[in-house]
């Protein structure tokens, strides 16, 4: 059931780049963004390729500056502004509170599978042997046979390493999770997988921020979708 307490309000957010290599010249990108994403609920970022989806999602992640605007996060007992949160409240807001889920897995070479997913159950307090335990839940439930388990996800296919990275991004409940493209390299019967892992979340509370380019998946999990289109500024540089 969606709770309309939003887990995520992002409210007037203003982006622009510096054109380093053209004389310093800064060119507005987003401007005014605003939308909330209530417990319980996904909210699809949509538009065409180039409005600024992914940079609001880095924004929200705490990758990207913000010029103007507030990124309110619920953490617990506590609100934390990712527009102006230190990189330590950044960092503790992505281990207690914030899930990542992107399209490329980034891990650390050599570290073998059931460790890469089980290594957010580990930063938050769980006992080892429980945590590998859940992610070999997780591994199998997507399809990665278990003799690849033990095996670095560097070796693995594309889509493979994808549904490590998915398996690692669910192992954990945190209050909101991002969804950048989850199933983009995946096969009809793992993209039904995640579509119901995603359910199951929202079923539990959890606020998703997605963008999900395929229409079916779209469908099946978006409770609403924001046009970033909608907050284009004038294309035009200025100087620095």
Same mark, same amino acid.
């Given at each position: ?10 409210? @007037? %957010?203003?982006?622009?780049?510096t054109?380093?290599?053209? @004389?310093?010249?800064?060119?507005? %990108? ?7 994403v209530?417990?319980?609920?996904? %909210? ?46 950044? =960092? ?12 490329f ?5 050599? %570290? ?12 938050? @307090? ?31 296919? @594309? ?8 398996a ?8 909101l ?24 979340? =929202? ?36 100087p620095?």
């Amino acid at each position: 059931m969606t709770d309309l307490t939003p887990v995520l309000s992002v409210e @007037g %957010v203003a982006k622009t780049f510096t054109l380093h290599l053209q @004389g310093s010249q800064v060119l507005p %990108v987003l401007q005014g963004v605003t939308f909330d994403v209530p417990r319980g609920a996904c %909210v699809v970022l949509g538009g065409d390729s180039g409005a600024g989806k992914s940079t609001i999602m880095k924004m929200v992640f705490g990758s990207y500056q913000v010029e103007r605007g507030r990124i309110a996060l619920a953490a617990g007992d506590r609100t934390v502004d990712i527009a102006i949160a230190s990189p330590r409240e950044v =960092l503790a807001a992505r281990r207690d509170a914030m899930g990542y889920v992107s399209q490329f897995l980034s891990a650390v070479p050599r %570290v073998a599978a059931i460790d890469v997913v089980a290594e957010p159950l580990v930063e938050r @307090g769980s006992d080892r042997a429980v945590a590998r335990e859940r992610a070999g839940e997780l591994l199998e439930r997507l399809s990665i046979p278990e003799r690849l388990w033990e095996l670095p996800p560097a070796t693995f296919s @594309g889509g493979e390493q994808q549904r490590v990275n998915i398996a690692r991004g669910f192992a954990t409940e945190r209050p909101l999770m991002l969804l950048d493209e989850p199933t983009a390299s995946l096969d009809a019967r793992n993209r039904a997988v995640v579509v119901e892992m995603i359910r199951e979340r =929202l079923r539990a509370g959890t606020g998703i921020l997605a963008i999900c380019h395929d229409a079916e998946v779209r469908d099946a999990v978006a409770d609403r979708i924001v046009d970033v289109s909608a907050f284009a500024p004038e294309r035009q540089m200025v100087p620095a």
